[in-house]
């Protein structure tokens, strides 16, 4: 923030502006000029009214200079981002669609849901080959064995690779065989870790945290961009709420939100944000009627005897009619599906 003292104020007037400023917390640098006296407070919080400081005695004008975020800001870049990829681009004006099972588990299921998802219109193969899990017990993923599998069920029907790395030691490996680096929703301010990511060439799709702020989250992003990456993808996926009949709450007004404050896409997840296979395909309709610049959602050729994440999981049949159904949104809205 920066503060604009009046020309007449009184040097006691400006001790008191400072005095106050460092009570609310902030770092204060003055510069004296021969009739001016300009104040440079740093620290200023995302929700702190200026007006508290516009009403001292002594101050002409007091205005914020910054977001906490730079890089991903609106007014840093004012054109949306767009990333291109070998068979499409994401956020221009084409919807991407993201689609498999959530954890890769055999070659038959990966080669099966690969296939389906293909033929109905998806350009990324979507799985997890390290899977963060509640439980310790439960399937935590093949690892790279299961990053292999993707890759070769992906090259085999045209399909690009997304797949989530949990740490910075799987950076390496999941940059190998994947497209897009997924971050999980547990690690979106694992602050070390998005440093790392920071250095990597590609891109990356950060999830939303359970409970994070749009705020709280293009910061997460702003730590990718500014070690100098600048592929970085937003996905909402749903958050905690009061509500327990769903799995989480999915948060469609993170969509124009984040379109508004930063020109990063946004891409929508309906399979974590609501949980029940049965409400995802409307989910999935309100994330592209909102603007979604892709879709990523969770696909499994026999979800019943899935891993994990089976009741969330679209059957074949389900994700050829949801991308119908897409198609006739993204029209009307003037977009398509990519
Ligand atoms: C997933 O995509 O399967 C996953 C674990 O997602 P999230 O980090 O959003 O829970
Ligand atoms: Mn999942």
Redesign the pocket.
Known sequence: MVVVVEQNATEKDIEGIIRILNDFGFDVHRSTGVNQTVLGAIGVKPDFDTRQVEVLPGVAHAYRITEPYKLASRSFRQEKSVFKFKNCEIGGNSIVVMAGP??VENEKQIFTVAESVAKAGAKFL?G?AF??RSSPYAFQGLGEDGLKLMRRAADEFGLLVIS?AMDSSQIEVVEKYSDII?I????MQNYNFLRELGKSSKPVML?RGLSATFEEWLMSAEYILSGGNQQVMM?E??IRTFETATRNTMDISAIPVIHAKSHLPIIA?P??GIGIRDKVIPMARAAVAAGADGI?V?VHNDPDHAK??GAQSLYPNQFEEMMKQLRVIAEAIGRKIA
């Open positions: 959530c954890s979507r997890g899977k963060p989530e997924q999980g929703a547990r690690n999830k996905c996926r749903g997840d399979s974590h990523i969770e994990s994440d």
